[in-house]
């Protein structure tokens, strides 16, 4: 099994960057794909990028493409969310996720692990 946490949120104007931080222990996280998703008050829980186990491939929702970059330190057992030219939209509940398909999902059902989340908010 492996265990995940969140850091790196906080509060940032916007236009301003913010980097987010998969920490895992437990088993390797080299053995998952990871995926952050994140959950606005008042609103389902949206997929935001996916990275699988080797770091050679990822995706990003619309919403993220451009501004966001996920990446994976497989020695460290860490990814990360960088994330820029951040807008008051991208306030949210960010959550990292493991699934140990090694395939790039967008759907929460595929993710077996998940991390407690890290506040973001991005006044405007």
């Known amino acids: 099994q492996v265990q995940l946490v969140e850091s790196g949120g906080g509060l940032v104007q916007a236009g301003g960057s913010l980097r987010l931080s998969c920490a895992a222990s437990?088993?390797?996280?080299?053995?998952?794909?990871v995926g952050w998703f994140r959950q606005a008050p008042g609103k389902e829980r949206e997929f935001v990028a996916a990275?699988?186990?080797?770091?050679?491939?990822?995706y990003y929702a619309d919403s993220a493409k451009g501004r966001f970059t996920i990446s994976r330190d497989n020695a460290k057992r860490t990814v990360y969310l960088q994330m820029n030219s951040l807008l008051p939209e991208d306030t949210a509940v960010y959550y990292c996720?493991?699934?140990?398909?090694?395939?790039?999902?967008?759907?929460?059902?595929?993710?077996?692990?998940w991390g407690q989340g890290t506040q973001v908010t991005v006044s405007s």
């Open positions: 990275i699988m186990w080797s770091g050679s491939r990822s």
């Open positions: 437990g088993r390797a996280l080299s053995s998952y794909s």
């Open positions: 996720a493991a699934d140990d398909s090694n395939r790039l999902e967008v759907r929460e059902v595929a993710y077996d692990r």
